[in-house]
């Protein structure tokens, strides 16, 4: 089976940066997605790692550690709408996501 | 492009009473998927279909039936609700070209079983 882990909160102040860390343990592996969620939305994509390094998609980064089995989200200058729930979920080739449970975001003023 | 909807947004049923869900997409994507989310939990892959007139479970499937007839449409039915039924239902799609792809959801239907 598959399981993955992150913190379930994070709180942080308006023009800082936060990394979210999600570890996980999957039977094959195809790469590491993160989605956003605002409350009572849906989940967006944000990025996706299948190889070792970092991601960067303007204030946005992941990063990958295949041999770690570890990823995690960078979110730089953050804004108030940055507010939200992000998941790590993985690839597994069966072209279906194995979400974690969620990091929720907040962030103040 | 509409993207993925999905009908109805709110729902309440009671126990043992059976409804569809429905869900489209105007992207022409091949594959589909439902998932549940509950409250403080990531979602959960009930069923997918990786084109049409095929389907296949995922994690949680019991309870629930899917079919594909058509690109488009993939409606998810629960036959006998039950409580633990209660949930928020997403539906993704994505093109199915390589297994990374990003899906794309739509905006829910949350539904209330007593």
């Known amino acids: 089976g598959q399981s993955l882990e992150q913190p379930s909160e994070v709180t942080a102040v308006e023009g800082a940066i936060v990394q979210i860390n999600c570890t996980y343990q999957t039977s094959g592996f195809y790469g590491l997605s993160w989605y956003q969620q605002h409350d009572g939305g849906a989940p967006t994509f944000l990025s996706y790692?299948?190889?070792?390094g970092l991601e960067e998609t303007g204030r946005f980064s992941s990063f990958l550690s295949r041999s770690d089995s570890y990823g995690y989200l960078l979110l730089q200058e953050l804004q108030m709408k940055d507010s939200a729930s992000y998941f790590c979920?993985?690839?597994?080739?069966?072209?279906?996501?194995?979400f974690g449970s969620g990091t929720r975001l907040q962030v103040q003023p | 492009n509409a993207g993925v909807t999905q009908t109805p947004k709110f729902q309440v049923l009671k126990t043992g009473q059976s409804m569809t869900l429905q869900c489209a997409q105007d992207?022409?994507?091949?594959?589909m998927s439902w998932y549940r989310q509950d409250p403080g939990m990531g979602l959960r892959l009930i069923h997918y279909s990786v084109g049409a007139g095929i389907t296949d479970q995922g994690e949680v499937p019991n309870g629930y039936n899917v079919s594909r007839s058509t690109t488009e449409d993939f409606p998810l039915r629960l036959l006998s609700a039950a409580p633990s039924q209660t949930s928020v239902y997403f539906c993704?799609?994505?093109?199915?070209?390589?297994?990374?792809?990003?899906?794309?959801f739509g905006p829910g239907t949350r539904l209330l079983v007593l």
């Open positions: 790692n299948a190889l070792d």
């Open positions: 992207m022409n994507h091949e594959y």
């Open positions: 979920a993985v690839h597994t080739g069966r072209r279906a996501l194995t």
């Open positions: 993704a799609s994505s093109s199915g070209q390589r297994a990374q792809e990003t899906q794309y």
